[in-house]
């Protein structure tokens, strides 16, 4: 059974920066890829970034390409989202996923 917890989420400001991070236990990262998920208030959730187990290839939503970064540690089964130049449109609950495994969310709220 695999248990993820996030943390790293929080309020700023426009153009603020914050670093999301996911971490699973009882299953090693190196045998799933790794997601990143977010849902606004009162939209439905929606994928916006992905990386192989093996870090080879990552994906990111046209909305968030250039601005975030996904990584992972496989040595400390934690992966990563680092989010720059933040706007009013990222506020919402962020969400890890391995394998058919979900965190708990964290929220990121950005506004002045």
């Known amino acids: 059974h695999v248990q993820i917890v996030e943390s790293g989420g929080g309020s700023v400001q426009p153009g603020g920066s914050l670093r999301l991070s996911c971490t699973a236990s009882g299953s090693s990262l190196a045998n799933y890829a790794l997601g990143w998920f977010r849902q606004a208030p009162g939209k439905e959730r929606e994928g916006i970034s992905c990386?192989?187990?093996?870090?080879?290839?990552?994906y990111y939503k046209d909305s968030v390409k250039g601005r975030f970064t996904i990584s992972t540690d496989n040595a400390k089964k934690t992966g990563y989202l680092q989010m720059n130049n933040l706007k009013p449109g990222d506020t919402a609950v962020y969400y890890c996923k391995i394998s058919d495994y979900w965190g708990q969310g964290t929220q990121v709220t950005v506004s002045s």
């Open positions: 990386i192989s187990n093996v870090n080879t290839w990552s």
